[in-house]
Antibody
Framework: EVQLVESGGGLVKPGGSLRLSCAAS????????LTWVRQAPGKGLEWVGR??????????DYAAPVKGRFIISRDDAENTLYLQMNSLTNEDTGVYYC??????WGQGSLVTVSS | EFVLTQSPGTLSLSPGERATLSCRAS???????LAWYQQKPGQAPRLLIY???SRATGIPDRFSGSGSGTDFTLTISRLEPEDFAVYYC?????????FGQGTKVEIK
């Protein structure tokens, strides 16, 4: 069974940093393009960014609001995806989901940016 | 950057009725790379349709997707009680991938 489990969320002050992890099981992430999606409280879904599989170059793309502040990385040996979030603002508050191939989603990790 | 506009914002229908949801793109979607998701409160989104018209694994055949270019439609032929939720379209053909703002299907 494919599972994605996010961790690392919590409360952080504006300007701070946080790193989310997404541990995969039931499949090997080395074959996958992986994506982060977020959802602010009471709002819609927002695509954060994506990392291609290493065989496709392992490159990343980001949405404009997070470009230059967020970094997506992968550790295929650990079967884990990461999201490093820097210079956080109140607008970054929300549930962060990792996803694979559109169909598989984690349960989400709540990030709250507040003083 | 792609902008996806979903309409209507809210659809009020009764169980057994037909639901038609629209998603319009600001430019042509590459290779019909358009997906539809269902989301219920407190849950992660669930993939319903990919490639504009292909049902994901385990999705009932009352859900169907159609369209190409800039205009796409999700149809629920007969609403079941568990279908009342928020629905999102997403294009994944060009980076950055983008979502529509969602359509809420509520019980009338």
């Amino acid at each position: 069974e494919v599972q994605l489990v996010e961790s690392g969320g919590g409360l952080v002050k504006p300007g701070g940093s946080l790193r989310l992890s997404c541990a995969a099981s039931g499949f090997t992430i080395s074959n996958a393009w992986l994506t982060w999606v977020r959802q602010a409280p009471g709002k819609g879904l927002e695509w954060v960014g994506r990392i291609k599989r290493i065989s496709d170059g392992g490159t990343t793309d980001y949405a404009a609001p997070v470009k230059g502040r967020f970094i997506i990385s992968r550790d295929d040996a650990e079967n884990t995806l990461y999201l490093q979030m820097n210079s956080l603002t109140n607008e970054d508050t929300g549930v962060y989901y990792c996803t694979e191939s559109l169909a598989y989603w984690g349960q989400g990790s709540l990030v709250t940016v507040s003083s | 950057e792609f902008v996806l506009t979903q309409s209507p914002g809210t659809l009020s229908l009764s169980p057994g009725e037909r639901a038609t949801l629209s998603c319009r793109a600001s430019q042509s979607v590459t290779s019909s790379s358009l997906a539809w998701y269902q989301q219920k409160p407190g849950q992660a989104p669930r993939l319903l349709i990919y490639g504009a018209s292909s049902r994901a694994t385990g999705i009932p055949d009352r859900f169907s997707g159609s369209g190409s270019g800039t205009d796409f439609t999700l149809t629920i032929s007969r609403l079941e009680p568990e279908d009342f939720a928020v629905y999102y379209c997403q294009q994944y053909g060009s980076s950055p991938w983008t979502f529509g703002q969602g359509t809420k299907v509520e019980i009338k």
